[in-house]
């Protein structure tokens, strides 16, 4: 029997509650028998009543009183129906949860789960990858799970973690991607994974890329190529040694992102490889991430939209003949 990504998050949140009575899960229509938009809370209320909890429809509001539940103890999971609709609470998570444990010595423990990434047909107001704008602020810890594995595990971890914990997990992934058992065990947040090894380029990704950064190993192995393709699992903290190891092993480097180009996670890994691992590059380093242009809705335009595997492949092997 198969689980989707999207059961393990719910089965996260179920163990969650059931080992620990701080936890309770707070958003917009996840209680009752609705279980959220995406329905990753489908169920709980009724297996753990009164701690799967309703909100008004004020991002702001949400979060505001899960930073004052955490501060007396208990350790929130808040649901924003889709990552966008979080930038109403940005003042709330950056300047309150973000800060407040350097201002005060409390910590502010709260899980900030964050529906990311677009879809067909969600166009500009539902589709955003903001892990880049949240990884900008000190005091936040940012998720970016890429498999039913760690959609599993790092949630359990983002709970018991002190910090406020940004918790990105990709929509287009939650029924694409299944595995066949949930892990017993798993990598610490703030170390990348291999997920295929390679002697020739490094294509350094996360979160829904990782799918199509494999797709493009496979597709160059056949041309004789080997990729190394290098799983962050988090971009905040960012695990700058493994990436660093892989391109000693290759010297060259792509870093592919489905956010916006300007700034973000694939610009910062760039800069830390020029930095630090500049003798190590036979090329110099690229980058690809989502077209600078509000996110279309028509299906056709948002696949042109996104990086996928041809466009990947192509810059590749450009890189691949430097």
Not at 244 to 250: D, E, G, H, N, Y
Request: one cysteine or more.
């Amino acid at each position: 029997m198969s689980i989707t990504y999207l059961e393990a998050i719910r089965e996260a949140q179920a163990k969650l509650l059931r080992d620990d009575e701080r936890v309770f899960i707070y958003g917009q229509d996840v209680g009752g028998t609705f279980g959220g938009a995406f329905k990753a809370t489908k169920g709980l209320a009724k297996e753990f009543p009164g701690r799967v909890l309703n909100t008004p429809i004020s991002e702001d509001a949400m979060i505001g009183t899960a930073i004052g539940a955490a501060m007396h103890g208990m350790r929130p999971i808040v649901e924003m129906q889709f990552a966008d609709f979080s930038s109403t609470a940005l003042n709330q998570i950056l300047n309150n949860a973000g800060t407040h444990y350097w201002r005060t010595d409390v910590p502010v423990p709260i899980t900030v789960r964050l529906p990311s990434g677009g879809t067909k047909g969600s166009g500009p107001f539902h589709s955003q990858s903001m892990e880049s704008l949240y990884a900008h602020y000190p005091g936040l810890i940012v998720m970016t799970p890429a498999t039913v594995e760690d959609a599993y595990s790092m949630l359990i971890e983002a709970v018991a973690i002190d910090d406020p914990v940004v918790y990105c997990e990709h929509k287009y992934l939650y029924y694409h991607l299944k595995a066949e058992n949930l892990p017993t065990e798993s990598l610490p947040t703030g170390k990348a994974r291999i997920a295929r090894e390679g002697r020739d380029l490094t294509i350094v990704t996360y979160s829904a890329m990782l799918h199509e950064a494999l797709a493009v190993a496979e597709q160059l192995a056949t041309e004789g190529f080997e990729i190394e393709v290098v799983d962050l699992r988090s971009v905040k903290p960012l695990d700058t040694n493994t990436v660093l190891a892989s391109v000693a092993r290759t010297g060259r480097l792509l870093c592919v992102g489905e956010s916006f180009p300007w700034g973000g996670a694939t610009a910062e890994i760039i800069a830390r490889v020029t930095a630090e691992g500049f003798h190590l590059l036979d090329a110099a380093p690229q980058r690809l991430n989502a077209k600078d242009t509000p996110i279309p809705y028509h299906p056709n335009l948002w696949s042109a939209h996104r990086p996928n595997a041809k466009e990947i492949a192509r810059k590749a092997r450009a890189l691949l003949r430097e």
